[in-house]
């Protein structure tokens, strides 16, 4: 059994202006360098024993502010990156309503709104390939792993939990997954806590 300390990268620009990251490569800003030593001091009684990210530049800086604290080392992967979101990237939603308004509709609808992008079946089949490779080659030791929202939603679902009381998570907030013998459940979460520490 491995437990997967699964973390959102930290704050960007581009959050704060509420514009889609996708595969986009913004880099942390102050507050974001600020919540991922926040969340190195959380982690650090937790015998995390390796460090995994996201290999885009916001979630790998995350990892390797954290790392550094652990005297660990960081391994990027791409599969754990954002899903990719396409023509929509470096947009906000009301730029997307504007220029995309046949996706912004299909989006509210429950689909897919970018065309030149990703699934989530994609995202969902890399996301799994990747936590399940971090499971095997972890000899059962607690992992830490940086990524983003979309991933994170992906391991719920693959966790076998409803979404229904999905909150959304803020950035450097964790979600605790333990996967056994290849099947993934979900323990626990920081929701709301250290994100608010933070930006209060």
Not at 115 to 136: I, K, M, P, Q
Not at 176 to 198: C, K, N, P, Y
Request: hydrophobic fraction near 40%; proline fraction near 3%; aromatic fraction near 6%.
């Amino acid at each position: 059994m491995t437990k997967l300390y699964l973390a959102r990268h930290g704050e960007t620009d581009w959050n704060l202006e509420h514009r889609w990251q996708g595969h986009a490569d913004p880099p942390l800003n102050e507050t974001g360098r600020a919540q991922a030593r926040m969340l190195g001091g959380l982690i650090a009684g937790f015998g995390i024993e390796s460090v995994w990210s996201s290999d885009l530049v916001r979630a790998r800086e995350t990892a390797e502010i954290v790392a550094r604290g652990l005297g660990l080392v960081v391994r990027p992967d791409p599969r754990l990156r954002e899903v990719d979101v396409g023509e929509w990237s470096g947009l906000t939603m009301a730029e997307v309503e504007a220029r995309f308004p046949a996706g912004a509709e299909r989006r509210r609808a429950g689909g897919l709104g970018w065309e030149r992008g990703e699934t989530y079946e994609s995202l969902a089949s890399r996301s799994e390939e990747a936590l399940l490779e971090v499971d095997a080659l972890s000899a059962h030791r607690p992992v830490l792993v940086v990524t983003h929202g979309g991933v994170m939603r992906t391991a719920r679902r693959l966790a076998d939990c409803s979404l229904a009381d999905w909150l959304r998570i803020g950035n450097c907030e964790l979600d605790v997954i333990e996967v056994r013998e290849g099947r993934m459940r979900w323990l626990d979460s920081t929701r709301g806590g250290l994100h608010q520490q933070v930006q209060g």
